[in-house]
Every structure is written in structure tokens, then in C-alpha cells.
């Protein structure tokens, strides 16, 4: 039986119209820079490397999920509007059968299914029509194609580009077999080659490439995916994946170790590029401009035992340590008392000497303190090196701490009393807005085998217990907590906070409760540190906001002036 002219008529019509929608979508897709296009199955399949493929029967599949054809993706968009006029008696010819009930209806569709996609092996034209009249399902045969590299119908012809990527990749890595659980998915094209170039870093001189895949999977890659998760990073760059923030990473630790000099951890890279990339509120700005370091910049108390708290590859506290030399001879006694440190803690120390001028850095007093610092590390068998900078002290310093776990810094310039004179100090302005502890030697080093602990309940004080308790449990440093009273209330609520504390991580103390009447607390903490004969005093960082503090003078302070022991003072 024949068509009715009027419904060949009215499916002519609407071919007309779905055409004119067709050329509209393409002249949009040049503004929007999204692509109509209809994926090529034979494409696909080349850049996904097909394993093989097997029979599923007769399915509804939804027709949201069919991106693309064999053969005749260029005859449709993505949406399978028709886009040559050559198709409008086939079109509507089709279009008529749909809906004369003495034709039958619409016989299934052949496809290919590649993941959650399917694309048209026969059927395109039905395929047009039954979304031109609103369907959402249509009957298919089903083959299903396996390939190495997962596929939505969500990809468009630029993710395909990635997809071959990866697919290419794993080719050649083996991931997908070696570690099946493994998402390394990108959203740049271009990273792969630098994942096959860090894994061929880890490549041993016999070894295939998959083997070094695995080991560089395990060693590297995942334990900075965990430390990507733990920190939440990704919450900042929706859109993202894990690999792309890990190749940041890695480029980021490239960019800090030509800079710097220095070899750059993971996890400092990621601290670091994650705090550059931080924005900064109007207030900030504004306070920033207006008024000077020491008054508004200071480290926000427990973000480093955080960081310390998420790695998963050290059970040390101090892996990399900060060394600043000045040159004069007394502040070799930082560098002294971080060799103490280093050797048992199996450190590195990444030495900092600071400059005013690019000049001074080729000279010859420079290149001494180079040679110094070296020959100091080498006989104390200690990993060290030496970078030399240009700039203003206080601020490198800051700048340099976030890349390690600790700064070790000659005392021999402590904050003065003066209003003006505090404000000036270098030392205090490290104190308040280094990231990291900061460990202040005077003219003399100690074996830091006695620590006194300073608790007043803040929580910087919290801060300066996780450090002592770390200490106390893995050196086996003798270990008292003191803490100052006012005259109308007892310690026990801080004290039970500290016991039960210690008790979790099994570390015995003595305890003392001095009462603040006696002396100021500054005399307290240096008396007390007398007594008990401590070699080490640790504390937390100031407390009082900056312009407060620069007004009414800081305990941190006063302890600095006149201590003979090394102290510590935790943010």
C-alpha cells in the first residue's frame, strides 16, 4: 500500500523544519564552541582500543544514549537532526511508517555499544525520526564492544581526543591490568606524555615499561591521590579530576625546584601551589595595602599538623628542615643545632643565605658560606644544601617555610622592648607569620633530650603539646608541662586535657601549676626551665591580635629576650 499524499506531504514539512533546526544548531556551535557533530564509530573505536565484542540480544536502549553511527555521522548531528536535503524521501518515508499502523511500525535498530554509548550500525533514519516525534527508547540489536578506556554518552569529539590518549597510554602502561582500580582520567590533552615520562624515571635499567608503571603507581602516584583526597583540595576546581591536580602537582615541584634549589616533597608542593591558588577576600586586600606586615599577617594556628597528620609515606615529624645562615659567626649555631636535629630524624636540610644585592650572591663570601655549609653536612653525614636568595630576610624566610616542617634560626637579634624596635624585628615577624615551627637557637646548642612544655590551654599551646608529645614519644625526651594560673582558678581543666592526651599516646610527664602571682609569666617559664634543668622550651605562638600585641608586648617575647635554652614556638 502507498503513501497518503498528505501524510508524505506533512512528513516532507517536518523533514524541512528539523533541517532548518539542523543549520541553526551548526551556525550556534560556532558561537558556543560546542560541537553537534555525530561521533564516527570507527574513530571511536580506533582511539578506544577495542578488545573485543559479544552478542547482547534485543534491548529498549534510551535514545539520549545513541552519540554517533557507522558510516553516516556526518549525514546528522548529535542530536540526529538531519543535515542533507538528498535524505528528505527517505526521511519521510520513514516518518509515514511510524505512524501508518498497516506498515507495521518501525522495525529495531542495529547498533554497537561502547560503555554507557551506543552508535548506529543500521537505523539512522529511524533514529531521526522517532526523537523528532519525542520518543525517549527504541528497540535495538545489540553488540557489545569492549574497549580499554570507559565511554559516556556525555563525551564529545574533543574528550575523544583524550580518550585515545589514555587508551594509547595504557597500551603501553598496562595500568588498566596491573592496578584495574586505577582512574587516571585527564581533562587537558597532553598529560599522558608526562605520565609516561615520570614513569620512565622510575624505570629500572631492565625492567619493561608496565613493571615500572606498577611501581611508579604505587610510589608516587597514589600516595599523592591520598593526599589529595585528605586534604580536599579538589572541592576548589569542580570539573577537575585527581590526575589533572597531580600533574599540577608535579609541574608546581618542578617550577619550586628550579627556583629554589632545593628538592621538593609532593605534599610541600601541594601545600604550596594550594595556598597560591587560595583567593584573597576585599578585607584582606585592603589590609594588606594599608598597613604593614607586622600588624596584620600571622599564621593561622593548626594547618601544619594537619598537613602532618594526612601524610602517609613518613612517620617523621621534621623530614626537611629550613636552615637560614646569615654568615655571622654566631648564627652557625642554628646550623649546628639542625645537624643535632637532622641526625635524628634523618632530615634534610635546606640551607637559606639571604642577600641584598644579585652581586654580593657571585662573590666570594658568599661561595665560602656555600662551601661551609656543604663540608658541615657532609661531616655530619646530613643531606643538606645550601640556596642563596636576594631579598628581605623575614619575608624569604616566610616565603621558603611552607616547602619544609621547620625553621631552625639563630636568636641573636630577639625582639627589644620599644614599641618600634619590636615592630622592626625580623625574628618576631618570622615567629608570628611563619606557617611552620620555628625553632630559635641561642648562642649554644643542646641535645633537646628535656623539653618543658608551656600549656596555657590556647590553641597554639595545642599546637606546641602535639610537637612536645611527638618529642617526648618518639626521642624519648624527658618531658614537663607547666602551667600558669591565675590566682582565683586552678589548671585541672587544662591539665586533664593534656593527661588524657598524653595517656592516648602512652608518654609520662610531670606536671607543675605555678601560680601567675609569683612573677610574670615570661620569669615563670625561664625559672621553671632552670629548675628542671630543661634544654629545650616549648611553646605556642603569640596569642593577642598583631596590633595588641605590638602595644602591650608578648610572653613569646619576653622568653625570647632572655633565654639560654633553644625554644620552640609552635603556630
Given at each position: ?7 508524505l506531504g506533512s512528513a516532507r514539512d517536518d523533514f ?304 626537611e628542615v629550613l636552615v637560614p645562615v646569615s654568615g ?67 619575608r624569604k624566610i616566610c616565603e621558603r617555610a611552607p ?169
Amino acid at each position: 500500500m502507498g503513501f497518503i499524499p498528505t501524510q508524505l506531504g506533512s512528513a516532507r514539512d517536518d523533514f524541512r523544519r528539523a533541517r532548518g533546526q539542523a543549520a541553526l544548531q551548526e551556525i550556534m556551535s560556532r558561537f558556543t564552541g560546542q560541537s553537534t557533530q555525530l561521533l564516527s564509530y570507527e574513530e571511536v573505536a580506533k582511539q578506544l582500543k577495542t578488545t573485543g565484542q559479544a552478542e547482547r540480544g534485543l534491548k529498549e536502549i534510551p535514545l539520549d544514549a545513541i552519540v554517533g553511527s557507522v558510516g553516516r555521522y556526518s549525514d546528522f548531528t548529535r542530536t540526529f537532526l538531519p543535515k542533507q536535503d538528498s535524505d528528505e524521501h527517505r526521511w519521510a518515508g520513514v516518518r509515514v511508517a511510524v505512524t501508518d499502523l498497516t506498515q507495521g511500525g518501525l522495525p529495531p535498530i542495529s547498533v554497537y555499544q561502547i560503555g554507557g554509548a551506543y552508535f548506529v550500525i543500521d537505523g539512522n533514519h529511524r533514529v531521526s525520526v522517532a526523537r523528532r516525534l519525542g520518543a525517549t527508547t527504541i528497540e535495538a540489536h545489540i553488540t557489545e564492544v569492549k574497549t580499554k578506556v570507559p565511554f559516556s554518552p556525555e563525551t564529545s569529539p574533543d574528550d575523544l581526543i583524550l580518550k585515545g590518549e589514555y587508551a594509547d597510554f595504557l597500551e603501553r602502561a598496562r595500568l588498566d591490568e596491573s592496578r584495574p582500580e586505577a582512574d587516571l582520567t585527564l581533562t587537558a590533552p597532553g598529560g599522558y606524555a608526562e605520565l609516561e615520562k615520570q614513569i620512565e624515571a622510575c624505570r629500572q635499567a631492565e625492567a619493561a615499561l608496565p613493571e615500572a608503571a606498577a611501581k611508579w603507581y604505587d610510589e608516587v602516584y597514589w600516595p599523592t591521590v591520598l593526599m589529595i583526597r585528605e586534604r580536599g583540595v579538589l572541592r576548589d576546581f569542580p570539573g577537575r579530576t585527581e590526575t589533572d591536580f597531580f600533574l599540577w602537582i608535579m609541574r608546581h615541584r618542578a617550577e619550586l625546584k628550579q627556583e629554589s634549589g632545593w628538592e621538593i616533597r609532593p605534599d610541600a608542593a601541594a601545600s604550596d601551589l594550594a595556598a597560591r591558588l587560595k583567593p584573597q577576600t576585599a578585607a584582606e586586600r585592603v589590609l594588606d595595602a594599608m598597613l604593614p606586615d607586622a600588624l596584620t599577617k600571622e599564621a593561622t594556628p593548626g594547618e601544619w599538623r594537619k598537613e602532618k597528620l594526612a601524610e602517609r609515606y613518613t612517620d617523621r615529624l621534621f623530614a626537611e628542615v629550613l636552615v637560614p645562615v646569615s654568615g655571622e659567626e654566631v648564627g652557625w649555631f642554628a646550623l649546628e643545632q639542625a645537624l643535632i636535629l637532622a641526625k635524628r630524624e634523618g632530615a634534610r636540610l635546606n640551607g637559606l643565605h639571604i642577600l641584598r644585592s644579585a652581586a654580593e650572591a657571585e662573590g666570594e663570601a658568599a661561595q665560602a658560606i656555600q662551601t661551609r655549609f656543604s663540608e658541615r653536612c657532609a661531616e655530619a653525614e646530613v643531606s643538606g644544601s645550601l640556596a642563596i636568595e636576594v631579598g628581605e630576610v623575614a619575608r624569604k624566610i616566610c616565603e621558603r617555610a611552607p616547602l619544609t616542617d621547620l625553621v631552625i634560626l639563630n636568636m641573636a637579634h630577639p625582639p627589644e622592648a620599644k614599641l618600634l624596635s619590636r615592630l622592626g624585628s625580623g625574628l618576631r615577624t618570622i615567629t608570628r607569620q611563619c606557617v611552620r615551627p620555628v625553632l630559635a637557637v641561642p648562642g649554644t646548642t643542646t641535645a633537646l633530650e628535656r623539653v618543658l612544655l608551656a600549656y596555657d590551654g590556647s590553641r597554639k599551646a595545642n599546637e606546641a603539646l602535639f610537637v612536645a608529645t611527638y618529642l617526648a614519644e618518639r626521642w624519648g625526651s624527658q618531658l614537663t608541662v607547666l602551667t600558669v594560673v591565675e590566682p582565683d582558678r586552678t589548671a585541672l581543666e587544662e591539665n586533664d586535657y593534656v593527661r588524657a592526651y598524653l595517656e592516648l599516646h602512652e608518654v609520662q610527664a610531670t606536671f607543675l601549676i605555678r601560680p601567675k602571682a609569683e612573677a610574670p609569666v615570661s620569669e615563670i617559664i625561664l625559672q621553671t626551665a632552670e629548675e628542671q634543668a630543661s634544654d629545650l622550651i616549648v611553646m605556642g605562638g603569640y596569642g593577642a591580635h598583631p596590633m595588641v600585641e605590638a602595644m602591650l608586648g608578648s610572653d613569646v617575647e619576653r622568653v625570647l629576650r632572655a633565654s639560654n635554652q633553644p625554644m620552640l614556638i609552635c603556630q
